[in-house]
């Protein structure tokens, strides 16, 4: 019996692995829906090759320091309980995947394509497992002090801080490192519309990610027997609050309905195994409607040029998502309990603090020694052409 539960485990696992490798897909069909025609190819080719590289930088150097584990061993070690490890290496690898996939969103347009795969090594093999290893693995005693301090660990369960809000985070100093792109905001304060270009494609991409979020959330359980359907629900809720707030707010913008369900799910993400249902709503439906206020704010006010509005979907709904979990999680309002708002608040903002010195410093070293920007003539002709040399309509252009 014991060994049927440990491959059971690993199926189950695996499972999880897989759907939230196909969650990358999504990534890549929600950029390409979103950007100009002229860059979709470039969308595509990044995501697919930060992937890649986040698996090297993770199996090397990631994994290693966030969980102690290594795979310098021989295959048969390795293969021990139907190769457990690998399997759960695999699941989490998709997890620090979608740290550059976020990033990538949020500079897309004008960013070089090596740089940006330097970049997606360092955050992949030491940033995000630094904050990783103090979130779900004790390191550095932070959770120990937070129970503590305030009666509970942060309580994170599928990473609404840990990957989402990281990533957002770590965005947002890329961002603003990188400026806006050419004729986006006019020296007389005008704001110009770069609308989607692909809404099918946009529509496309968030439905592949809201699939595989509920492998994403349900299998963060890591083994069959921890398995429970209240995340299953509660991701259900938040998806349906999100969707809904960001189509009131939004005002039937498609781009907004689309990224609504987004919300939600980055939101509840950490506590959807503690909350009530109804919690999970309220939690989906005030990331829904924050995610379009912010995006509003960000783009026209603030004049960050944020082209898939990455800050606002993932650094905000994600940090909303942990300080949730410390509100909802409590069986005063009808969670599961042993969670503290004190910690929620702490562990996130520490969350965020690290995302954003990180990307800070990853992305400013970048810029001060190799150049992060493409020049104006190559921006001018889009990163298809300037980048991979071959656009995403050849055929059409070649008639015209």
């Known amino acids: 019996m014991e060994g049927l539960k440990t491959s059971a485990d690993v199926l189950f696992i695996l499972l999880g692995a ?24 470039n969308a595509l080719m990044k995501i697919l090759v ?9 199996f090397f150097i990631g994994y290693s320091l966030a969980y102690g584990v290594n795979f310098f061993a021989g295959a048969e070690s390795l293969a021990a309980k139907s190769g457990y490890e690998l ?18 969103g949020g500079i897309a347009e004008r960013f070089r394509f090596n740089p940006q795969i330097a970049a997606t090594f360092v955050l992949v093999g030491f940033l995000y497992p630094f904050f990783e290893s103090i979130a779900w693995n004790q390191a550095f005693g932070v959770q120990a002090w937070l129970k503590g301090a305030f009666g509970a660990e942060f309580h994170d369960f599928a990473g609404s801080v840990v990957v989402h ?28 519309a770069f609308p989607p270009s692909n809404i099918p494609f946009l529509a496309l991409g968030a439905w592949v990610l809201t699939v595989g979020w509920f492998g994403f959330n349900v299998m963060s359980a890591q083994t069959i027997d921890k398995i429970t359907g209240l995340v299953a629900a509660n991701s259900l809720m938040a998806m349906a609050g ?37 919690g999970a709503l309220a939690t989906g439906a005030v990331a829904g409607g924050l995610f379009v206020v912010m995006f509003n704010a960000t783009q026209n006010r603030l004049r960050i040029d944020d082209v898939l509005g990455v800050w606002p979907l993932h650094g905000l709904c994600g940090a909303w998502g942990g300080i949730a979990c410390g509100i909802f999680g409590s069986k005063a309002l009808g969670g599961m309990g042993g969670v503290s708002f004190a910690s929620q608040l702490a562990g996130t903002a520490l969350g965020v603090a690290i995302a954003l010195a990180g990307g800070f410093a990853i992305y400013g070293v970048l ?28 055929e059409r252009e070649e008639r015209g």
């Open 18 to 41: 897989i759907m939230v490798l196909a969650m990358h897909a999504g990534f890549a069909f929600l950029e390409l829906g979103t950007v100009r025609r002229k860059n979709q190819v």
């Open 50 to 58: 930060d992937f890649s590289v986040s698996t090297i930088a993770y």
């Open 87 to 104: 399997v759960k290496f695999f699941f989490l690898l998709t997890f620090a995947a979608a740290i550059p996939a976020i990033v990538s």
């Open 165 to 192: 809000a990281m990533g957002g985070w770590v965005a947002l100093a890329a961002v603003l490192l990188l400026g806006p792109r050419q004729g986006r905001y006019t020296k007389e304060g005008q704001v110009v």
């Open 242 to 278: 999100g969707t809904l707030a960001s189509l009131i707010v939004g005002r039937n913008d498609p781009g907004f309905v689309h990224n609504g369900p987004l919300a939600g799910l980055v939101a509840v993400c950490a506590g959807s195994d503690v909350m009530h249902p109804l």
């Open 367 to 394: 810029r001060a020694t190799v150049g992060i920007r493409l020049d104006a003539e190559d921006e001018f002709n889009g990163a298809d052409l300037s980048i991979h040399r071959i656009t995403s309509t050849p």
